[in-house]
């Protein structure tokens, strides 16, 4: 007996849990940074993996556009490799237990932590017309998503860094009042990719709302389309494909191209030793675009299947609702609400 609980306990996966807004098509900055690390793990770890449309209200949408752009998200998922078969994939808010759990988690969240957050300052600043209370409270509901699952850890970009911080403080806070109850997860954060930066202002990270569709590569756009943003990508006014501090663009575009080929920064640098940017902004650009070649194939195909994408959405809502609800009767019991 003894011995088979411990055999179970050491086949016992780490948890990897990470979600993603479905604000518009992926940019290469969410591939590399974050999904395409997601597939690899599927098959050491127990993963999950979500829409966050909850979080994308945050900022005003149009709703036709947000039903879209979640499906397309969740299609976009599949095609970057996320397989249903060995990861648990669902939409946010078709688990209510994130919503619930937030709420908690927020009356053991202190104003002056919320409001040293730079993504609020900075999402605040931009929509400066709706500064909501959800922007505001926005950490709150990211700690819930991962503390009701006990994830291990969260593979994400550098800039949900703070996030992190916040899940882990408001963890062993309540952890500290009441006994153990949530896992404390660790961020997981690319060594080299974390911080793709815009190929028009490389001192700014690549994001899927910036107004210059020149500054990011979206996972569906075509061949000829990569190509001519890389060629378009700022740089600087020297000759030489090497990384060194101060030249942005070029550090830039030779991390990307390490991440996509599996080649050191210094196989990069003897590669194009002798020649222009021009060669290396188009070999850049060709791997890029072949790389995700698969991705827009998958995606196309995905997409025409709704029958089959709503079935997979079902079932990972139900999935999730169920190993989400342990830990909320946990929380429930523990602070002092009346079990039905
Ligand atoms: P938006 O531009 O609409 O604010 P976003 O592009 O930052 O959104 P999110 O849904 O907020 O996308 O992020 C999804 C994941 O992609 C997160 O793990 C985030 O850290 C990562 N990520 C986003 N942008 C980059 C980037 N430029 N480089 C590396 N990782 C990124
Ligand atoms: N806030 C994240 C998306 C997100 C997330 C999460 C990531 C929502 N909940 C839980 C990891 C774990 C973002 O904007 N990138």
Redesign the pocket.
């Known amino acids: 007996m003894e011995g088979t609980e411990q055999a179970e306990k050491k086949e016992k996966k780490k948890v990897i ?5 479905p604000t518009g098509v992926f940019t290469l900055g969410n591939y590399i940074g ?1 999904v395409k690390n997601w597939g690899k793990m599927q098959d050491e770890y127990d993963c999950a993996y979500f829409i ?1 449309d909850l ?1 994308s209200l945050t900022i005003r949408q149009d709703p036709a556009a947000l039903r879209k752009q979640s499906l397309d998200a969740f299609a976009l998922l599949l095609a970057c490799g996320i397989d249903p078969e060995k990861s648990l994939v669902f939409i ?1 808010s078709h688990v209510p237990a994130h919503s619930e759990l937030s709420w908690v988690l927020s009356c053991y969240t202190q104003f002056g932590e919320l409001s040293r957050m730079t993504q609020f300052k900075d999402k605040s600043a931009r929509h400066a017309d709706n500064v909501n209370a959800g922007l505001f409270t ?1 950490p709150a ?2 700690a819930a ?2 503390l009701l699952y006990q994830a291990d850890m ?1 593979p ?2 550098h ?2 860094k703070q ?1 992190l911080e916040f899940t882990r403080d408001v963890a062993t806070r309540f952890n500290n009042l009441y006994g153990s109850t949530f896992k404390i997860p660790e961020a997981y954060i690319p060594k080299a990719g974390a911080r793709v930066m815009s190929l028009q202002e490389p001192t700014k990270k690549m994001s899927k709302s910036d107004e210059n569709p020149n500054a990011f590569i979206t996972i569906l756009d075509e061949p000829n389309v990569i190509i001519n943003k890389f060629k378009r990508a700022v740089t600087d006014s020297e000759k030489e494909v090497c990384f060194r501090e101060g030249k942005d663009g070029i550090n830039n575009l030779m991390t990307i191209y390490s991440v996509i080929t599996g080649r050191t920064l210094e196989q990069i640098e003897q590669e194009f030793e002798g020649k222009g940017y021009g060669d290396f902004k188009l070999a850049v650009g060709e791997a890029v675009s072949e790389e995700l070649r698969e991705v827009r194939e998958n995606f196309k195909r995905l997409s025409a299947d709704k029958a089959y994408l709503e079935q997979v959405y079902q079932a990972g809502a139900q999935k999730a609702a169920a190993i989400s609800a342990r830990t909320l009767a946990k929380v429930k019991k523990k602070v002092g609400l009346l079990v039905k």
Do not use: K, W
């Open positions: 849990l990470s979600g993603i807004q974050a966050a979080h946010q926005y509901l990211m998503d991962i969260v994400v970009g800039d949900q996030h």
